[in-house]
C-alpha cells in the first residue's frame, strides 16, 4: 500500500510539473492574456478539471513554486536547531529564494508577471499570504514569546525584504542593506517585551 500510494503521489507531481512547463511556455510563446486554460489543459494533454485540481487558477499557473516557497520560510522558523538565531535564518533562506528567483530563465517570467496586472495583484496577494504564515510559524516557535504584533511586523518586512533584493541588479547587496535594519527591528521588539535578546538565540 505504501508503495502505491508513493506511485500516485510521484504521478500527480508529475502532472503538476508537466501543466505548469505546459503553461509557462505558452505564455511566454503567446503572451499570457493570449492563452486561456482550455489551452493550457489541451496542450498538456489533461481535462480542465483535471488542471484546476492541481492549479486553483489561470494565475496560479505562473507561481508554481508558491506553496513550497511559503512552507520553506515557514520551515526556516519552525525547523532551525534550538538556540540557533531567528534572523540568520530567515535570511539564508529568503537568499536561496531570490537566488532561485534571479537566474537567466526565470528573466522573462518576471518581465511577463511585471507587465501583467492580474499577475502582479496575485503575487501581491500571495506575499500576504506568505506573510501571515510567516508570522504563525514566528509566534509559535519563539522562546519566550513576542507579541504577536511584532511577529506579524518582521514577517513583513522579511517578505518584502525577499521584493526587494528579487528587483535589485545586485541582489546580494540588497540583502546586506536590509537584513541589518530587519535584525535591529527584532531586537527593538525582543527588548520592548522585556525578554532577554539572547533567549531565542537572536543576538
Known sequence: MV??????????????????KTALRLFLEQG?????????AAA????????????????????????????RLVRAVIERAPGAPLIPALRREVQALVMHCATAEAAPIWRMIDHSA?????????????????????????????????????????????????EAADPGEALNEVFPMIEAAWSAATMAGGADPTADGSS
Open 118 to 166: 492580474a499577475l502582479r495583484e496575485y503575487e501581491t496577494s500571495m506575499r500576504s499570504r506568505h506573510a501571515e504564515s510567516l508570522a504563525s510559524a514566528i509566534v509559535i516557535a519563539t522562546d519566550p514569546p513576542r507579541a504577536a504584533s511584532a511577529c506579524r511586523a518582521i514577517a513583513s518586512f522579511v517578505i518584502d525584504a525577499y521584493a526587494i533584493a528579487r
Open 3 to 20: 508503495e502505491t500510494l508513493g506511485r500516485r503521489e510521484r504521478k500527480k507531481a508529475a502532472t503538476r510539473e508537466k501543466i505548469a
Open 32 to 40: 499570457y492574456d493570449a492563452v486561456g486554460i482550455r489551452d493550457v
Open 44 to 71: 498538456a494533454d489533461v481535462a480542465v478539471t483535471t488542471l484546476f485540481l492541481h492549479f486553483p487558477s489561470k494565475e496560479a499557473l505562473v507561481f508554481e513554486r508558491d506553496r513550497d516557497f511559503e512552507q
